[in-house]
């Protein structure tokens, strides 16, 4: 079943974990496929891939906190493809993982800067030509929003914000048409956090399968989420199945959480 034949996606915050699986299951489900972040290189490698799935792929190297290259990103969309049906945010930075009080308002302002206001940057500019094809948003967010651990604190205040923005866009754009939903992750089972739990297992001498089974318990599942099934329920938001859904936050997490 192809969700998004024929549609044009624009997936900013294009990386090698989230960001590729993105890109693949919406080239996957028929789309035309934009990549948009700052390293050149890592969007022309995941268009390599998205092209050996058959579909089309635009590498548009883009700086979200910048308003000439988000503007540049648009133009470049819409001269291609003629339009833009559907716009997913992955872009963030991780602040400081240090309890708030510690934490250095520095770092604070970075994350905000490029996890909401670039994300809204990103959203403004792109509002016309989604309002023409009635298209729809998909910001993901972090199962961050659902606890209150220690450490956590910058990371919970950026994500909650991006919440709080996403839920106030769908009532602002719900009247063009446009559809604004989140995504919320939970821990995601990629190279990056594999490297992580090694880690982990290195200091605590026990395996990084123990680390994962210690975490995975915490979840319904007794599982941890693969990047392809966080990217399936964003293509899922994006797609004429979900065209009644707005100003929805989907967790997908294994049930590690529950709203």
Known sequence: MTLLTDKVVVVSGVGPGLGRSLCLRAAANGAKVVLAARTESRLNDVAVQVRDLGAQALVVPTDITDDDAVERLVRRTVDEFGRA???????????????????????????????VVGTLRVIKAFTSTLAESRGSIVNINSMVIRHSEPRYGSYKLAKSALLAMSQS???????????????????????????????????????????????????????????????????????????????????????????
């Open 85 to 115: 049906d559907v716009l997913v945010n992955n872009a963030f930075a991780m602040p400081s993982m240090k309890p708030l009080g510690r934490t250095d308002f520095e770092q604070i302002e970075t994350s905000l800067n490029l996890t």
């Open 169 to 259: 866009l769908a009532t602002e754009l719900g009247g063009q048409g446009i559809r604004v939903n989140s995504v919320a992750p939970g821990y995601i089972w990629d190279d990056q956090l594999k490297w992580y739990f090694g880690e982990i297992a290195k200091k605590y001498e026990i395996t990084p399968e123990q680390v994962y089974e210690q975490t995975a318990s915490k979840s319904d599942l007794k599982r941890l989420p693969e990047p392809d099934e966080i990217a399936d329920a964003a293509v899922f938001l994006a797609s004429p199945m979900a065209k009644a859904i707005t100003g929805h936050t989907l967790d997908v997490n294994c049930g590690e959480y529950h709203d």
